[in-house]
């Protein structure tokens, strides 16, 4: 069965750092392209980051571009994703994806 096990969100003032991990299991995670999405109350899936099997490759949404960092230790079976310079927008439960198969998602709030 595959898994996907998000964790690390919390509360952060604006400006700052969170980072998030996804334990995946149940599936043969080195071979996968992963990406993280968000969801901000009241809006859709917004796609934020993709990663390539074997980490070298990486894009971003343009809106974290510069802030957010994503990479994986495919020895851990884990993906991340280091956020920061945190603004209000950024909001959000986070999740990681591979597929169309999400986890139950993490939740992210930058409040002042």
């Known amino acids: 069965e595959v898994r996907l096990v998000e964790s690390g969100g919390g509360l952060v003032q604006p400006g700052g750092s969170l980072r998030l991990s996804c334990a995946a299991s149940?599936?043969?995670?080195?071979?996968?392209?992963m990406t993280w999405v968000r969801q901000a109350p009241g809006k859709g899936l917004e796609w934020v980051s993709l990663?390539?099997?074997?980490?070298?490759?990486?894009t971003y949404a343009e809106a974290v571009k510069g802030r957010f960092t994503v990479s994986r230790d495919n020895a851990k079976n884990t993906l991340y994703l280091q956020m920061n310079s945190l603004k209000l927008e950024d909001t959000a439960v986070y999740y990681c994806?591979?597929?169309?198969?999400r986890g139950q998602g993490t939740q992210v709030t930058v409040s002042s």
């Open positions: 994806q591979r597929g169309g198969i």
């Open positions: 149940g599936f043969t995670f080195s071979i996968y392209t």
């Open positions: 990663i390539s099997s074997d980490g070298h490759s990486t």
